[in-house]
């Protein structure tokens, strides 16, 4: 391990130590069913129904670890000792074992990272899920900036508030880790911190070898010792305490009502699931009311003074219990307050206040109240009724959040209808968008899993699936079951999809807890509620990744590279520096630049020029809006030559729309040409940057690409003249996410090397953008007249970027070339106007293609049909079609070069040694030599750098006969 900073790293207790010595390594081992996400990505191990992964041998953790060991070494990872560490380990409602580790390397936690094992009573272990990442060999654990450093860093990302550090300490990351968009796996400084005057609790990272902030979320969640205080209407914490446990009422009704409520609270868990309060092991709850220390109207836990913290008009009984809750998971799963692991903290929040108010209410059971009452107090049981059946949006409280916190003035969620209050109700619904300003959606996306229990709880016919109800007792079960030992901190939907299954597995055959008495409530589950519950989750899509994090390949990575005949005028691959380049930025609060990167995203190898799309700003008081250009030297094209391209290798991960790249161009009056998608050959920008963005209507790369790809711009316009090129990222005033890398650039002046008036390129392909075109109304197609267009001898790809309301199967784009239909896209379902568009690609036989194509203009057009509402997205719809395919005939060999360009070689033979000369070209890195037979077989001889190449005794033919054979020098770049 590299050194690190005195005082960088706490002791910790290795698993090693923990476990003394193992079972037997030679017991046997049973296969199981990997759990796989919708991408194929491995989430867990389940055995069949009766087996078993591994047999019981002493202790869960001795035999869980023995199972563990065999998999890691099966996996080609660092043994047991330094991958995992124990957390936490206890017994569910079924007297079944769970161990949670947690991974770790070299000593350092992989943030959001951990595996559970699960047994059955035989103490036989049958299920596992959770994570196995592998890290990058190249991932350097050498931290170049210390806690200090990192702790000023972070206060410069973000300087409206004066926090404490509570905690500081070295870790690893991965944005995907997260579900953010793919980037490098860095070492970073983890700090934990708190500023109680502006009211937030943070945990931020920052990169340790850079020291960019990476990554930030809050630690405060907006929970039968208790301890109720007045905050007297300021801001102090916790303020008078007004009431302790056993003390009689005080008198003020929220001082009361936060007594009570908490009582409920605590009661439910204990009763239901026998949980001794938050921890688990009768942690005191404390609370402060009348207080404004939220930003009011607002309630929150914090998790690090442990207390919840009221302001007038909050304290009510599903209130209460919500953020209970949310202390509670932070003491089990440790959900990450952001994106999809954000919405299933505020979810299980949401249910448990809600079946809290309920019971409390009771009207656990829709209708009118009654069964076994819940035991009384002083503040009285909710108003929770009209209690019907829900049916549609108004007609009832139940399944409301908030409806009776006069402080909001109505309910804030509505868990059986989410769209009511414009959140998702599935997990691909147009209202998932996710936003930044809600930490990835973690209030609004919380709809889906919402909508799931209470369609599973009271039965529902959704999307498909009809759910039959299993009431309130057996689905409050499997949910405690899945957040006590079945989820990850960085769980997302697809992680969650699983976990509830294997938990309501666990619980089967298991008389659950009456949460009114404590005692067996005769409710037992069964096979047939496990089937209810898979169809619940189906129902919203949660075995989907869903509309949250995800993103299309922005930019493809196969395609043309820039012309093979003509001139290398320009290369820079950043290896050795950046010489004649510049840096320069616009003028905003926070200052910072380009620079050459070595740890590059998705494991690219080498080094690149890149600038960080900083998460800085808040859009008022510190607006960020700005730009950052990286400025080549002046690069001198050539005057005779008919046409120059650009090529460049980029990865981009911006704020979707808002914050976004582009490519300039300087002419030598100082002029700037920003050229447009049409303007392009192969990956064209994306669309056009949103208003309050600098350069806002300029068609930019903006959102995440997913992988590198490169770009291939045509310079036609600059034959004979001089230019710069200036990379330009532009920012608007707040949020922001990796940035953008750009590498291995080269600028050819094309060539015409067989002198038929054609360049080289043309006749090898054919690549074409269309102008920004907007989504077309249904019945009235976008037509894009692409000129002419030679014919095809390959498969002919048509590729779609757009913005626009492609959300559902239903919603598509219908491709036509000259008025028929060749194929249609978007109907797998996209994001409705999603920041960084949606991209899909549709291939044409060439055959059909060559049928179709005019013998002048070509033209293709663009049909939506008739669900596509094309005012969805306003003037920020947009489509821009690509065109590609090559023309096999001109380069018969594959070379890259068309037949007529072949290099001329210079043969002398003196009957023994045959020699083959030939001019050297500035495009070739190497030279290839073939020999073909008579009868057209062609072989590769050999690959070399020079010029020159002798072949020996190959001609000598023993009979006296005639040989014929041709020779070929191919150039390699």
């Known amino acids: 391990m590299a050194a ?325 998971t932070s003491n089990t799963a440790r959900l990450i307050y952001q994106n999809q692991s954000g919405q299933l903290n505020e979810s299980f929040s949401d249910v448990f206040g809600e079946l809290i108010d309920l019971y409390n209410g009771d009207v656990s059971q829709p209708g009118p109240q009654g069964g076994i009452p819940w035991p009384a107090h002083g503040t009285g049981s909710g108003t929770d009724t009209p209690n019907s059946l829900r049916s549609s949006c108004g007609d009832g409280v139940r399944w409301l959040i908030a409806e009776d916190a006069a402080a909001f003035g109505g309910a804030i969620r509505d868990m059986w209808q989410p769209d009511c209050e414009g959140h998702p109700d599935y997990a691909n619904s147009p209202l998932q968008t996710c936003p930044s300003g809600d930490s990835g959606g973690v209030h609004s996306g919380s709809g889906v899993p919402n909508h799931a229990f209470a369609m599973l709880v009271d039965g529902k016919s959704y999307n498909g699936e009809s759910v039959n109800g299993i009431g309130a007792i057996k689905a409050g079960a499997i949910w405690y079951q899945c957040l006590n030992w079945y989820l990850s901190p960085a769980a997302d939907f697809e ?242 996410y990796d940035g953008w890398y750009v590498d291995d650039l080269r600028l050819v002046s094309c060539g015409d090397c067989d002198t038929d008036g054609t360049l080289d390129h043309a006749e090898l392909r054919t690549a074409r953008v269309s102008p920004i075109l907007p989504v077309p109304d249904p019945g009235a197609p976008e037509v894009w007249n692409a000129g002419f267009l030679p014919p095809a001898e390959g498969p002919v790809r048509i590729t779609l970027t757009t913005r626009g309301d492609f959300s559902s199967a239903s919603e598509s784009m219908d491709v036509a070339i000259e008025g028929t239909p060749v194929g249609s896209l978007f109907a797998d379902g996209g994001s409705d106007c999603p920041g960084g568009a949606n991209r899909r690609s549709l291939t044409v036989d060439a055959a059909l293609f060559n049928s179709l194509r005019a013998e002048g203009n070509t033209s293709l057009s663009f049909a939506s049909t008739p669900e596509v509402n094309e005012s969805l997205c306003a003037v920020a719809n947009y489509l821009v079609c690509s065109l590609y395919y090559e023309h096999d005939s001109a380069d018969g060999n594959g070379n890259g070069l068309p037949d007529g360009c072949e290099l001329q070689l210079s043969i002398d033979y003196d009957g023994t040694t045959l020699l083959l000369d030939w001019e050297s070209s500035p495009l070739a890195a190497e030279y290839a030599i073939f020999v073909r037979d008579a009868q057209g077989v062609e072989t590769l001889l050999d690959t070399i750098t020079n010029t020159h190449y002798e072949i020996t005794g190959r001609l000598a033919d023993p009979s006296g006969g005639n040989q014929h054979e041709r020779f070929r020098v191919a150039i390699v770049n």
């Open 495 to 736: 992680d969650a999809y699983h976990a509830f299954q294997l938990a309501g597995a666990a619980l089967l055959g298991v008389d659950l807890n009456d949460p009114r008495t404590g005692l067996p409530s005769g409710e037992v589950l069964a096979p047939a509620d496990l089937a209810e519950l898979e169809k619940a989750l189906r129902a919203v899509e949660m075995n989907t990744p869903g509309a949250c994090g995800a993103s299309d390949d922005l930019l493809l990575a196969e395609g043309p590279g820039p012309c093979g005949t003509g001139t290398l005028l320009y290369t820079e691959d950043f290896e050795s520096g950046a010489p004649g380049w510049s840096a320069t930025q616009s003028t905003m609060p926070t200052p910072y630049s380009w620079f050459l990167r070595d740890t590059l995203p998705l494991g690219r190898a080498g080094t690149a020029a890149f600038c960080e799309n900083r998460a800085v700003g808040d859009c008022g008081a510190q607006d960020e809006t700005g730009t950052h250009s990286f400025i080549s030297d002046w690069i001198t094209l050539e005057a005779e030559a008919a046409g120059h391209q650009l090529e460049f290798w980029h990865y981009f991960s911006m704020e979707a729309g808002w914050d976004g790249n582009l490519l300039r161009l300087e002419r030598p009056d100082g002029s700037l040409w920003t050229p447009q998608p049409f303007d392009y050959l192969f990956n064209p920008p994306v669309g056009p940057l949103n208003p309050g963005n600098p350069l806002a209507g300029e068609a930019g790369f903006t959102g995440t690409s997913s992988k590198w790809g490169r770009s291939l711009l045509d310079l036609a316009a600059f034959d004979g003249d001089s230019l710069r090129l200036h990379f330009v990222l532009a920012k608007d005033g707040c949020t922001g």
């Open 4 to 328: 690190l900073p005195a005082g960088a790293l706490r002791a910790t207790l290795t698993l090693a130590l923990l476990l003394g010595p193992l079972a037997s390594a030679s017991a046997a081992l049973h296969p199981g069913e990997d759990l796989l996400s919708s991408q194929g990505e491995w989430r867990g191990l389940s055995a069949p129904a009766g087996d078993w992964l591994h047999p019981a041998g002493g202790t869960p953790l001795e035999s869980g670890s023995q199972w563990l060991e065999a998999e890691l070494a099966r996996r080609g990872l660092p043994p047991l000792k330094d991958s995992y560490r124990l957390h936490r380990q206890g017994k569910d409602l079924a007297g079944r074992h769970h161990l949670v580790f947690d991974q770790v390397f070299e000593g350092l936690p992989l943030i959001g990272q951990s595996l559970q094992l699960h047994f059955d009573r035989a103490e036989r272990l049958v299920a596992v899920n959770g994570s196995i990442r592998a890290l990058d060999p190249r991932l350097s654990l050498e931290a170049k900036i210390d806690l200090d450093e990192a702790l000023q860093r972070a206060l410069e990302a973000d300087p409206h508030w004066q926090p404490q550090l509570l905690d500081g300490s070295l870790a690893l990351h991965a944005p995907q880790w997260l579900g953010e968009a793919p980037g490098p796996q860095r070492l970073v400084w983890k700090l934990e911190l708190v500023d109680h005057e502006a009211g937030r609790e943070r945990i931020v990272l920052v990169d340790a070898g850079h020291g960019e902030v990476r990554d930030a979320w809050s630690t405060r969640h907006a929970l039968r010792q208790r301890e109720i205080y007045d905050g007297m209407g300021g801001g102090s914490l916790p303020g008078s305490l007004a009431r302790s446990e056993g003390n009689p009422s005080v008198g003020d009704a929220d001082i009361d009502a936060a007594y009570d409520y908490y009582g409920d609270t605590y009661d439910y868990f204990q009763r239901a699931f026998g949980r001794d309060s938050i921890d688990d092991e009768g942690q005191v709850m404390v609370a402060t009311a009348h207080s404004t220390a939220p930003s009011c109207p607002n309630a929150f836990w914090s998790s690090v003074l442990q207390q919840m913290v009221f302001c007038n008009g909050t304290v009510t009984d599903d209130v209460v219990a919500h953020e209970l809750t949310h202390g509670i």
